[in-house]
């Protein structure tokens, strides 16, 4: 174990892994800020899971930022349209 690993408790843990997702969003204020990134220099998983929920964070904003193809655009308004007239 480095100097900068220790032993988190399980508790402990947990209440940073809820602060993750706000850190990843910038939603903490700075002392927030300061307290779970100190947490994350010692804690190997907590920031594997850091790590992951960045990922997943990029793949999942880089998805909504695609287009669809105009065709297929095309079929879904004609199904879409179709659906309310039956509706």
Do not use: W
Request: aromatic share 4%.
């Amino acid at each position: 174990m480095s100097s900068h690993e220790h032993e988190a408790s399980a508790t402990e843990c947990a209440d940073f892994l809820e602060q993750i997702v706000f850190l990843i969003d910038n939603e903490l204020g700075a002392t927030d800020v300061a307290a779970v990134k100190l947490h994350l220099q010692s804690c190997t998983p907590c920031l594997e899971t850091y790590d992951q929920q960045r990922i997943v964070k990029a793949v999942v904003a880089r998805s909504c930022a695609e287009v669809a193809p105009g065709e297929l655009r095309s079929k879904i308004m004609v199904q879409i349209q179709a659906l309310r007239t039956e509706s």
